[in-house]
T-cell receptor, first 113, second 105 residues
Framework: KAGVTQTPRYLIKTRGQQVTLSCSPI?????VSWYQQTPGQGLQFLFE???????NKGNFPGRFSGRQFSNSRSEMNVSTLELGDSALYLC????????????FGEGSRLTVL | ELKVEQNPLFLSMQEGKNYTIYCNYS?????LYWYRQDPGKSLESLFV?????AVKQEGRLMASLDTKARLSTLHITAAVHDLSATYFC?????FGTGTSLTVIP
């Protein structure tokens, strides 16, 4: 059974640009959550999508957005990149009605120059 | 404000010793999760604790949950080098600060 797949794994952008990250959840999982991990702030919750709807949201500015498609695949977008957006972005999926356990992808490492 | 606090943040222990990592959370959640992260890697699920009094054990690690005290513990027994990693607890969507564990031979 394939795990959570994130693309791209690594990317470099410059300030002011925008970036789109993709996440394919485990087959049958309908919930996708996104996290930002930095050495200074740790693991911070961005948002959760379920059945194409944003169900929960963390405390991030509007430059961070996401969406989910009918096949449960999700994308997150960061516009007007800042140096502080450099981080590992992790996607996780969970199967509703189950234990609520999150299964994580390998992450997308974003460097903003 | 939702908070999940772990302590200690850093833990250096000798092989063969025992130690406990604490996770305090602020919600009324009845479930809590523990994850492990190796350097440069993603998060690996260790334990899923689904109710008050839940106790799970896997090898040298044992996790427990006290929902009344809003406290979960991760106990390490007779530590070995392979346990060196960062450990996180998760309450709903919010992770703890993490505990970086180094086991010294």
């Amino acid at each position: 059974k394939a795990g959570v797949t994130q693309t791209p794994r690594y990317l470099i952008k410059t300030r002011g640009q925008q970036v789109t990250l993709s996440c394919s959840p485990i087959s049958g999982h309908r919930s996708v959550s996104w996290y930002q991990q930095t050495p200074g702030q740790g693991l911070q919750f961005l948002f959760e999508y379920f059945s194409e709807t944003q169900r929960n949201k963390g405390n991030f500015p509007g430059r961070f957005s996401g969406r989910q498609f009918s096949n449960s695949r999700s994308e997150m977008n960061v516009s007007t990149l800042e140096l502080g957006d450099s981080a590992l972005y992790l996607c996780a999926s969970r199967r509703q009605g189950n234990t609520g356990e999150l299964f994580f992808g390998e992450g997308s490492r974003l460097t903003v120059l | 404000e939702l908070k999940v606090e772990q302590n200690p943040l850093f833990l250096s222990m000798q092989e063969g010793k025992n130690y406990t990592i604490y996770c305090n959370y602020s919600t009324t959640s009845d479930r809590l999760y523990w994850y492990r992260q190796d350097p440069g890697k993603s998060l690996e699920s260790l334990f899923v604790l689904l109710s008050n009094g839940a106790v799970k054990q896997e090898g040298r690690l044992m996790a427990s949950l006290d929902t009344k005290a809003r406290l979960s513990t991760l106990h390490i027994t007779a530590a070995v080098h392979d346990l060196s990693a960062t450990y996180f607890c998760l309450d709903q969507f919010y992770f703890g600060t993490g505990t970086s564990l180094t086991v010294i031979p």
